[in-house]
């Protein structure tokens, strides 16, 4: 098994540009999470999904959009990139409250 | 959004010596605490999850006990080793499916 595969690893971004971050997993878990990791705020949740044509938004989702077409994909848009969106980037996938597998993140630098 | 505070926030030790760190939080309404492992540059990695007031999970030198009564976790580290250096995360869930994270507590073990 892959596990959870991000893609890509590093992205610099200019302002105003758009992209998608890609999420995989391979476990047929129903849940999965997007994070942003922020210097001594540690892991902020963006969105999350409990299945299949389910999201929802989590703490910090204002710039983000995600779509959940599959069990397996979860992927994380930004629309108009700004230098608050400079962070590194992890999806993660579960079952109900159980532990959280994480992909390897995504580090994005908007310039 | 669940509060989960850890402390201490950085912690140096010498090899060979024992330590803990906390995790404390105002309810005990949740479905499960957990703890992860996230060493620098790597992704958080789960060590354990706990459900129930009194439950002590072990992994090799590594052990937890969840208090929900009076709303703390407890991460121990036996005999800490250089390669335990890393930031150990608390993290809930109690409404909704998403874990709330705390901002972590950093170990740095020298020999």
Same mark, same amino acid.
């Given at each position: +098994?892959?596990?959870?595969?991000?893609? %890509?690893?590093?992205?610099?971004?200019?302002?105003? @540009?758009?992209?998608?971050? @890609?999420?995989? @997993?391979?476990m047929?878990?129903?849940?999965?999470?997007?994070?942003?990791?922020?210097?001594?705020? *540690?892991?902020?949740?963006?969105?999350?999904?409990?299945?299949?044509?389910?999201?929802?938004?989590?703490?910090? %989702? +204002? *710039?983000? +959009?995600?779509?959940?077409?599959?069990?397996?994909?979860? %992927?994380?848009?930004?629309?108009?990139?700004? %230098?608050?969106?400079?962070?590194?980037?992890?999806?993660?996938?579960?079952?109900?409250?159980?532990?959280?597998?994480?992909g390897?993140?995504?580090?994005?630098?908007?310039? | 959004?669940l509060?989960?505070?850890?402390?201490?926030?950085?912690?140096?030790?010498? $090899? &060979?010596? /024992?330590t803990? #760190?906390?995790?404390?939080?105002?309810? /005990?309404? #949740?479905?499960?605490?957990?703890?992860?492992?996230? $060493?620098? !540059?790597k992704?958080? $990695? !789960?060590?354990?999850?706990?459900?129930?007031?009194?439950?002590?999970?072990?992994? &090799?030198?590594?052990?937890?006990?969840?208090?929900?009564?009076? &709303?703390?976790?407890?991460?121990?580290?036996?005999?800490?080793?250089? $390669?335990?250096?890393?930031?150990?995360?608390? !993290?809930?869930?109690?409404?909704?499916? !998403?874990?709330? #994270? &705390?901002?972590?507590?950093?170990?740095?073990?020298?020999?």
């Open positions: +098994n892959a596990g959870v595969t991000q893609t %890509p690893k590093f992205r610099i971004l200019k302002i105003g @540009q758009s992209m998608t971050l @890609q999420c995989a @997993q391979d047929n878990h129903n849940y999965m999470y997007w994070y942003r990791q922020d210097p001594g705020m *540690g892991l902020k949740l963006i969105y999350y999904s409990v299945g299949a044509g389910i999201t929802d938004k989590g703490e910090v %989702p +204002n *710039g983000y +959009n995600v779509s959940r077409s599959t069990t397996e994909d979860f %992927p994380l848009r930004l629309e108009l990139a700004a %230098p608050s969106q400079t962070s590194v980037y992890f999806c993660a996938s579960s079952t109900l409250y159980n532990e959280q597998f994480f390897p993140g995504t580090r994005l630098t908007v310039l | 959004i509060n989960v505070e850890q402390s201490p926030q950085s912690l140096h030790v010498q $090899e &060979g010596d /024992s803990n #760190f906390t995790c404390s939080f105002p309810s /005990s309404n #949740f479905y499960a605490l957990h703890w992860y492992r996230w $060493e620098t !540059a992704s958080p $990695e !789960a060590l354990f999850v706990m459900t129930l007031n009194g439950d002590e999970k072990k992994k &090799g030198r590594i052990s937890a006990t969840l208090n929900t009564k009076e &709303g703390y976790s407890y991460l121990y580290i036996k005999g800490s080793q250089p $390669e335990d250096s890393a930031t150990y995360l608390c !993290a809930l869930i109690n409404s909704g499916y !998403a874990l709330n #994270f &705390g901002k972590g507590t950093s170990l740095l073990v020298t020999p």
